[in-house]
């Protein structure tokens, strides 16, 4: 019997971990088919090794933007845990409805043991997508008679031979172990589903960032951030195609393994990545570095080469070529034996943000002071996310610090009760006056203006939920999770603009 049927302990590691993504590749939508209803569908993007789709998703809009909602991509860690669909069935395709696209939509079927959670789609009449884009759960990890249907589009007024009905795959409230991945269900006709959607198991699968994948065992750590520095973009060069080159930045004690090469001139790569030594000698300097490649003659806008870094003996080099600008002597490359991936999630502090403005002229012809109160206002918002499936619109309390930046730093406010609907946020508008003090030379006008740091969090916390049915009777949960993801302004202050002369 395996180990994990009836159980998961928090210092094992679990059979399968799951990330939440919020990025989307457009499938296909019902732009012309005359349906009464609109829908999109989108396919979440897994770009990180060893992750993969459970389903596509359904946005209920024609030509919907993309999805706001956050998709699962699942991972195994056991082997056999999951495995990808055999086969295709096909539940519907638009035939007679003189859409914009030709489309299907396709049934996964899954091998013996094993459960789809999701179907797909494609903007096609005769091809397929890949099998291996998508993955079956073993069916002890999964969970049946927790899920309810809600109804997201079908294709009525759309003239089409065939019948279509989709039905979004949700937590009933009944289990809250029950995961929201974000899929649907295809039916070919117009009936409701007969029992429920199956969904995956929180008792068994686990959210990575809950998870310490055997730190003892691993040299390094792997964090993926959201910062990066311009290095070089081939600009001016007169290349058939751009490509641009940017450096990963992280905290004190993080290094990058290696420049990214993004294929756009002025397009910026989503993230990079830094590692952090668990043990000594995890990570070596470079001995030196072999040119690879040196742009003369191009006149492109920016001198650039590539280097390739030699590593140390026994030292493995992760990255094939990297590049750098001429001034070697600033630059250190780290690179590295072994590892494993963790994830960290960090304060990013924005540019300044004008928040409101006022401008005082002066006709006269000498220096003049004055003082004036200013009024502003912004917004925030924050959203406590759970882990686990609980159901969207249902009202919880909450008692917690919320937390906020100072100084740069994360710090919690003193505990307090609030209400909190699951997959809405609260957002708050603070109002204030400011004092400004301003000096006009003469024939000149000055801006003074009020600026503030919008800074955003994604924090991850551990709870207790206590779940009050109606019978009267409770349940606790100390093991609750998920993420608090918070938007703030601060750091308000004013900035004096320099003086202009009155035309």
């Not at 596509?56 to 998709?71: E, L, M, R, W, Y």
Request: hydrophobic share 35%; proline share 5%; glycine share 10%.
């Amino acid at each position: 019997m395996n180990r994990y049927r009836d159980t998961w302990r928090s210092s094992e590691t679990p059979p399968i971990v799951f990330k939440r993504v919020s990025d989307y590749d457009w499938i296909w939508d019902d732009r012309g088919t005359g349906s009464y209803k609109g829908i999109t569908i989108w396919r979440p993007k897994a770009i990180e090794s060893g992750y993969y789709i459970l389903g596509d998703a359904g946005v209920p809009s024609t030509n919907s933007a993309k999805p706001s909602t956050s998709a699962i991509l699942v991972k195994e860690m056991e082997a056999g845990a999951l495995a990808a669909p055999v086969s295709f069935t096909e539940v519907w395709r638009d035939r007679g409805s003189g859409g914009a696209y030709d489309g299907r939509f396709l049934k996964l079927n899954p091998p013996s043991g094993y459960t789809c959670l999701g179907f797909a789609a494609i903007k096609s009449w005769y091809t397929l997508p890949s099998l291996d884009l998508y993955r079956c759960v073993k069916n002890q990890y999964v969970t049946t008679g927790a899920g309810t249907y809600t109804f997201l589009w079908n294709d009525r007024g759309s003239g089409c031979y065939e019948a279509l009905t989709l039905y979004s795959n949700y937590p009933s409230g009944s289990d809250t172990y029950a995961l929201d991945a974000f899929t649907f269900t295809a039916v070919g006709n117009y009936n409701f589903p007969s029992g429920s959607p199956v969904l995956l198991n929180g008792q068994f699968v686990k959210n990575h960032q809950e998870v310490s994948f055997g730190a003892d065992n691993f040299v390094f750590n792997v964090y993926e951030t959201p910062d990066k520095d311009v290095i070089w973009t081939d600009r001016m060069t007169g290349a058939y195609k751009g490509i641009s080159v940017w450096r990963s930045r992280g905290k004190t004690g993080t290094y990058s393994l290696g420049d990214i090469a993004y294929p756009a001139t002025t397009q910026e790569p989503v993230r990079g990545f830094v590692v952090k030594a668990l043990k000594e000698d995890a990570l070596k300097a470079p001995v030196d570095f072999r040119q690879i490649y040196k742009d003369v003659g191009t006149g492109g806008q920016w001198d650039g080469a590539f280097y390739q870094p030699i590593c140390p003996a026994v030292i493995e080099r992760w990255t094939c070529c990297d590049e750098k600008p001429l001034a070697k002597a600033t630059y250190r490359l780290y690179a590295m034996c072994e590892g494993g991936i963790h994830d960290t999630r960090k304060i990013v502090a924005n540019e300044p943000e004008s928040i409101s403005r006022t401008t005082l002229v002066n006709n006269g012809d000498s220096t003049q002071k004055a003082g004036r109160s200013v009024s502003y206002e912004f917004s925030q918002e924050y959203s406590w996310g759970n882990s686990v499936g609980l159901e969207i619109g249902v009202e919880t309390t909450v008692s917690a610090g919320i937390p906020f930046v100072a100084g740069g730093e994360v710090t919690v406010s003193a505990s307090t009760s609030m209400s909190q609907e699951w997959g809405s946020a609260t957002a708050e508008t603070t109002t204030d006056t400011i004092e400004v003090e301003i000096a006009v030379k003469p024939k000149s006008s000055k801006i003074a203006e009020i600026v503030g740091n919008r800074y955003t969090m994604d924090l991850p916390y551990t709870a207790t939920l206590i779940t009050h049915y109606t019978d009267g009777t409770t349940g606790t949960r100390d093991d609750f999770s998920g993420v608090f993801r918070g938007v703030e302004v601060n750091d308000i202050r004013v900035i004096y603009h320099s003086d202009v002369p009155i035309v």
